[in-house]
């Protein structure tokens, strides 16, 4: 099995982040989300890994260098143009050779089970497995009946509905199936295969889950992380390091390889940084790299030395 790691959208609910950090690398608990699925994927034993790239793509390929250097060299696949999340399979053909692909959106953040998913998987037979989540408002229903996906969309009454995780195993008849050029999304073949009744394991998984690429969920994604009762083992799953965590109970804020700054209330500072003492910051993520003496007044952002952007 081989692993695909999403990487190449523009991210344009982050803008302005997004112009200067491309959206795989903006941060988690200090850590760029794609070092932190990189490792997840590494570690359940996968070790030929792709990045696909576009937008920022020479900044995106250059920090995979960083990530590699004990392992094998991760797989650079360039897009001209965005080929979507199905199209960007077709030039991977050759470098996969017929193998199974584990494939990761790069704004998702998750403590699935990779090894027990890639089990799952291989005893099930079936074309794909999809992880799922509980349903959530507003997003596409994916509909589940005795552990196998029987619709997207739409599907029977007494099925249970979820949503797709971001996170999912296909197998070569399943990129067989798929057309060979041109922009299209995966989902398009997940159809095909339903119409056709061909198995598709539907892998359910009930902990931590964040899609970091929606303003409004970003903060509430760390503060989640932050109070969850089994935040130990959440970390450990996402090779998060607790040493660094400096926790200060009186101003409600966490405090990542930096120093204690005044003035900040309910934030996540991920330093360093030059701190402003006149600085009132309220229920911000504050990215390395900061001059906080810029800012005397930011409530509900994410703030990098290039960008704010408003999140609540």
Request: with cysteine; charged share 30%.
């Given at each position: 099995m081989k692993a695909l790691l999403l990487a190449a959208g523009y991210g344009t609910r982050l803008k302005p982040l997004t112009d200067h950090i491309p959206k795989p690398l903006t941060l988690f608990m200090g850590r760029p989300i794609l070092d932190i699925v990189y490792d997840q994927v590494t570690s359940a034993g996968v070790e030929q890994v792709a990045v696909n790239t576009h937008h920022l793509a020479s900044v995106i390929a250059e920090h995979t260098l960083t990530l590699s250097l004990s392992k094998q060299p991760i797989h650079i696949s360039h897009e001209k143009e965005i080929l979507g999340t199905g199209?960007?399979?077709?030039?991977?053909?050759?470098?996969?050779?017929?193998?199974?692909?584990?494939i990761f959106n790069g704004d998702i953040v998750s403590s699935v089970n990779l090894n027990a998913l890639i089990a799952a998987y291989r005893a099930s037979k079936a074309q794909a497995a999809m992880v799922l989540i509980p349903h959530k408002t507003g997003t596409t229903p994916v509909f589940v009946k005795m552990d196998r996906v029987v619709g997207i969309g739409s599907g029977p009454a007494d099925a249970e509905m979820k949503t797709f995780a971001g996170i999912h195993i296909i197998s070569d008849a399943f990129i067989g199936e798929m057309p060979r050029e041109g922009f299209f999304s995966v989902i398009d073949t997940y159809q095909t295969l339903l119409k056709a009744q061909e198995p598709i394991l539907a892998f359910t998984h009930d902990g931590y889950w964040a899609d970091l690429g929606i303003p409004r969920d970003y903060l509430e994604a760390h503060e989640d992380f932050w109070h969850s009762k089994s935040r130990s083992e959440l970390a450990k799953a996402l090779q998060i390091d607790e040493k660094l965590w400096d926790w200060d109970e009186a101003q409600k804020s966490l405090f990542v390889s930096n120093q204690r700054i005044a003035g900040v209330q309910a934030s996540f500072v991920f330093g360093p940084l030059k701190a402003g003492a006149a600085s009132q910051i309220t229920k911000c993520i504050v990215y390395p790299?900061?001059?906080?003496?810029?800012?005397?007044?930011?409530?509900?952002?994410?703030?990098?030395?290039?960008?704010?952007?408003?999140l609540l």
């Open positions: 199209g960007s399979i077709n030039p991977l053909r050759d470098w996969l050779d017929h193998d199974d692909l584990l790299g900061v001059d906080l003496t810029k800012h005397s007044q930011e409530h509900g952002k994410i703030i990098s030395k290039d960008a704010c952007l408003n």
